[in-house]
């Protein structure tokens, strides 16, 4: 029999730090579903929800991107476009300079053992039927079918191993809801990564675990990300969190991306008032502390009709008459860090 233990992709060259993911003016428009009457007095216009709204940004090799904001801005819906669990409205997505949309469903099948979702809730994600051994070698059933069901669950306590969950023939006949929280999701982790993957999209991955095992978590994250070379697309609402292991960070809201750049520039010097929002949002330890920005009045307005011009400008606390009528473009500040807000210009 052969051994089949954890192999690591390969790597890039040295110095050669390569693009994995490029999203080019990318929309995603949900339409909504109205009477014969309705669409009669709307002359023929379907009403839909503008969930992603003209993105467009590269993640390089190796790294981790952040992509933050409120509920509601479109980033899971960005998320599902990188790995074509949704079909783009217009634009275009790149995986290792691939169009995704372009392939036929048995080469996306195949790519897709290079890409991998972990969600947001890993109870929701696994199979209540299947035990956590099933759970995990399901991908690998269906991605490498040259191994044997003996290499197959060899491959299996080797990557429970990996994520920490020991001794891993002890979890190989458990079901999901006969573990804790943070053990899920170190499961749902293993069964991302089992298939070797060169990329992890991760929605929200410790959201729902206890806040006494959040940083265990993004320690596993990050010492698999070097273990077994991964890039990360992570997606979070916690700004605190996208500090802790971010390189690069986008701020999306209402469908559109308000500001990106170097996680260090874009905390150290938020050009955009959502984002330098979001920043005074972030609980400080400190009772004396007082909060010196006007935070946002009122709530996210409705993607199904997006405010004019700037969308953010009804909750804006410096909003300009021109910020109703013109939508910004982006402004380049300088070491790959850009804001859309007219007062920059």
């Given at each position: 029999m052969t051994e089949t233990r954890l192999q690591k992709p390969s790597s890039t060259e040295a110095g050669a730090v390569k693009e994995l993911v490029k999203l080019e003016s990318v929309r995603k428009y949900f339409p909504i579903q109205s009477g014969f009457l309705a669409v009669l007095l709307s002359k023929g216009h379907v009403p839909a929800v503008k969930a992603v709204d003209d993105i467009s940004f590269s993640i390089k090799k190796g790294e981790v991107f952040g992509l933050a904001g409120e509920s509601g801005s479109g980033k899971s819906t960005?998320?599902?476009?990188?790995?074509?669990?949704?079909?783009?409205?217009?634009?275009?997505?790149?995986?290792?300079?691939?169009?995704?949309?372009?392939?036929?469903?048995?080469?996306?099948?195949?790519?897709?053992s290079r890409m991998q979702f972990v969600f947001q809730d890993p109870l929701a994600s696994l199979n209540p039927r299947m035990t956590i051994g099933q759970a995990i070698q399901h991908p690998v059933s269906i991605h490498m079918r040259e191994l044997s069901q003996t290499e197959q669950k060899s491959r299996v306590t080797d990557i429970l191993e990996a994520v920490g969950m020991n001794p891993p023939q002890a979890?190989?006949?458990?079901?999901?809801?006969?573990?804790?929280?943070?053990?899920?999701?170190?499961?749902?982790?293993?069964?991302?990564?089992?298939?070797?993957?060169?990329?992890?999209?991760?929605?929200?991955?410790?959201?729902?675990?206890?806040?006494?095992?959040?940083?265990?978590?993004?320690?596993?994250?990050?010492?698999?990300?070097?273990?077994?070379?991964?890039?990360?697309?992570?997606?979070?609402?916690?700004?605190?969190?996208?500090?802790?292991?971010?390189?690069?960070?986008?701020?999306?809201?209402?469908?559109?991306?308000?500001?990106?750049?170097?996680l260090n520039e874009v905390y150290r010097h938020p050009a955009h008032p959502y984002t330098r929002a979001l920043l005074e949002a972030v609980p400080v330890p400190d009772p004396l502390y007082?909060?010196?920005?006007?935070?946002?009045?009122?709530?996210?307005?409705?993607?199904?009709?997006?405010?004019?011009?700037?969308?953010?400008?009804?909750?804006?606390?410096?909003?300009?008459?021109?910020?109703?009528?013109?939508?910004?473009?982006?402004?380049?500040?300088?070491?790959?860090?850009?804001?859309?807000?007219?007062?920059?210009?």
């Open positions: 960005v998320g599902r476009l990188v790995l074509r669990l949704l079909e783009p409205t217009s634009g275009h997505v790149y995986f290792d300079d691939i169009d995704i949309a372009s392939l036929p469903a048995e080469e996306m099948r195949r790519l897709r979890f190989y006949d458990l079901f999901p809801h006969q573990i804790s929280g943070g053990q899920r999701q170190r499961i749902v982790l293993a069964r991302a990564i089992v298939t070797n993957p060169e990329l992890i999209v991760a929605d929200e991955p410790i959201a729902m675990a206890d806040v006494s095992v959040r940083a265990l978590l993004l320690d596993l994250m990050m010492k698999l990300k070097e273990e077994f070379n991964l890039t990360y697309l992570f997606i979070t609402h916690d700004l605190a969190t996208a500090k802790y292991v971010c390189d690069r960070i986008a701020i999306m809201y209402l469908g559109k991306m308000c500001e990106i750049g170097p007082r909060r010196t920005e006007q935070m946002p009045a009122g709530e996210i307005p409705s993607a199904i009709n997006p405010p004019s011009g700037c969308h953010f400008h009804p909750r804006c606390p410096v909003a300009i008459k021109q910020c109703q009528e013109i939508d910004p473009e982006f402004v380049d500040l300088g070491n790959g860090h850009k804001a859309a807000c007219l007062l920059l210009k």
